[in-house]
């Protein structure tokens, strides 16, 4: 009997990486979801903290930094509730490579954000990252997709700053007493 070499050895591979995505999607999404989890508790305490400033603050703006970091973090929220939507829409391997490859840079950025502030929510993102570029590597291979990283990159930009226009609206709602650019002058 003759076959092809290359082309069982190929059929193999993609068998393997089929087989194999779905399980690393769903990791994936289990660590998004702590990594949610210890950014909302986090979110609760700087609140707490920022309201108690707010309290006690007699004009100096000594809070700024709580309220940047506080700002940081709900922006984290919102940017990886965005991401968890993404990956919520996924509908089959096909639409992996058109929907996941914007994620990978957010991620990253949000990882260098959160690097000093929470250092394991970084590390948590970054591991993310890898996962989520694996996956896509994966499922390009296999649907022979084409994805444009200048496009994704793009795609990633316009997705940071809308969610960066939405999070200085919650915040400046949250603080309507703090004039946000004195406050950054000090």
């Keep these: 009997m003759m076959y092809n070499?290359?082309?069982?050895?190929?059929t193999?591979?993609?068998?393997?990486?089929?087989?194999t995505i779905v399980p690393?999607?769903?990791?994936?999404?289990?660590?998004?979801?702590?990594?949610?989890e210890v950014l909302k508790r986090k979110q609760i305490e700087i609140k707490k903290l920022n309201q108690n400033f707010m309290e006690l603050d007699d004009g100096d703006h000594t809070f700024v930094k709580t309220i940047d970091f506080e700002r940081t973090i709900v922006f984290s929220l919102e940017t990886l509730s965005q991401i968890q939507k993404i990956i919520h829409s996924i509908s089959g391997i096909t639409s992996i490579p058109k929907l996941l490859p914007l994620t990978i840079p957010v991620i990253r950025t949000l990882s260098a954000q959160l690097f000093t502030l929470l250092p394991s929510c970084s590390q948590n993102l970054s591991?993310?990252?890898?996962?989520?570029?694996?996956i896509v590597l994966d499922s390009a291979i296999i649907t022979?997709?084409?994805?444009?990283?200048s496009q994704s990159n793009l795609e990633?930009?316009?997705?940071?700053?809308?969610v960066k226009l939405i999070v200085?609206?919650?915040?400046?709602?949250?603080?309507?007493?703090?004039?946000?650019s004195k406050a950054g002058n000090n």
Excluded: W
């Design 5 to 10: 070499s290359n082309l069982v050895g190929m």
């Design 168 to 180: 200085d609206s919650k915040i400046s709602k949250q603080y309507p007493n703090v004039d946000f």
């Design 156 to 162: 990633s930009a316009s997705l940071l700053n809308e």
């Design 144 to 149: 022979h997709a084409r994805f444009d990283f």
């Design 24 to 36: 690393r999607l769903e990791y994936s999404t289990c660590l998004l979801d702590s990594i949610i």
């Design 127 to 134: 591991e993310l990252s890898v996962h989520l570029g694996s």
């Design 12 to 19: 193999c591979v993609n068998t393997s990486q089929t087989v």
